[in-house]
């Protein structure tokens, strides 16, 4: 599913998903020795969809600019 507001907080938060997701990989490898593909806009999806993380108004307005 399309979420625009999602791809914006992506980009407001790091400028580029992709930096975000090798950080993450990277950690994870690091820190526990495991591989993954991680992917941050499916994972802020999931996040969203069981309203463990809410977009506040003021990070939608800010990311609407």
């Known amino acids: 599913a399309e979420r625009p507001e999602l791809e914006r907080a992506?980009?407001?938060v790091c400028g580029r998903e992709g930096a975000i997701d090798t950080a993450i990989?990277?950690?994870?490898?690091?820190s526990f020795g495991v591989t993954v593909d991680f992917d941050l806009e499916d994972?802020?999806?999931?996040l969203l969809a069981?309203?463990?993380?809410?977009?506040?108004?003021?990070?939608?307005?800010?990311?609407a600019r």
Do not use: C, M, N, W
Request: aromatic residues 8%; proline residues 4%.
């Open 50 to 63: 069981d309203g463990l993380v809410k977009l506040f108004p003021v990070l939608a307005s800010h990311i």
């Open 43 to 46: 994972a802020l999806e999931r």
């Open 10 to 12: 992506i980009e407001a």
């Open 25 to 30: 990989e990277q950690y994870l490898t690091s």
